[in-house]
């Protein structure tokens, strides 16, 4: 099984990230793979922007970040979404991600 584990926490010293070693750890035990997605480190841009509305549209391909998103999600088993609560629900840049990727 290969795991991915995606994060959106900006401060790397955090118990959100310190959640997302614990998990790698327990995945790697069991004799499984992951990768981890930090899209705070990686700077994804979650907002819905023109390119990603010409998709919407059906004009146009998706954005190349999206696309890169899917593919990791592609060679995924399983989808572990580790993030601190905001109001009930995932920050900002974690909900960016689902809305632009999960097309």
Known sequence: MHALIVTAHPDQHSHTHHIVSQVAQGIAACGHSYEI????????????????????????????????????????????????????SFPGQLKGWIDRVFT
Do not use: C, G, H, M
């Not at 907002?47 to 998709?55: M, S, T, V």
């Not at 999600?73 to 609560?85: C, F, N, S």
């Open 37 to 88: 997605a930090d899209l705070a480190a990686e700077q994804f841009d979650p907002r819905f922007n023109q390119a990603d509305f010409e998709q919407f549209k059906s004009v146009a391909p998706s954005p190349t970040d999206a696309v890169a998103e899917q593919q990791r999600l592609d060679r995924t088993d399983a989808l572990v979404l580790v993030y601190l609560i905001y109001w009930w």
